[in-house]
């Protein structure tokens, strides 16, 4: 439960905004997939990058973004500034 509490803390794939919410600058060795050597904005980009590939793996993309953006009409032109976040 203890790794699983760290793990949450460092990557929590729930929301974009639990996952804006961890923490980027931790280094955990015995975190499996933690990789080593890079800048806490890399890590986040990374993250970010994990959590948006699963999500178009299950085909959820759009379904998540609409839940967590909103459905308001300028919605839609947020999804670049956040898909801009990864690069």
């Known amino acids: ?8 803390a460092i990557y929590d794939p729930s929301s974009l905004n639990a996952m804006e919410s961890c923490n ?15 800048t806490p904005r890399q890590r986040r980009n990374r993250n970010l990058y994990k959590l948006l590939s699963t ?6 993309n759009a379904r998540h973004l609409k839940a967590e ?19």
């Open 55 to 60: 999500r178009h793996l299950d085909g959820s």
């Open 24 to 38: 980027h600058t931790c280094w955990v060795d015995c975190v499996e997939g933690y990789v080593h050597g890079i």
């Open 1 to 8: 439960a203890g790794f699983e509490m760290i793990g949450t």
């Open 69 to 87: 953006l909103g459905e308001e009409k300028f919605t839609i032109k947020l999804v670049p500034k956040v898909l801009h976040c990864i690069k």
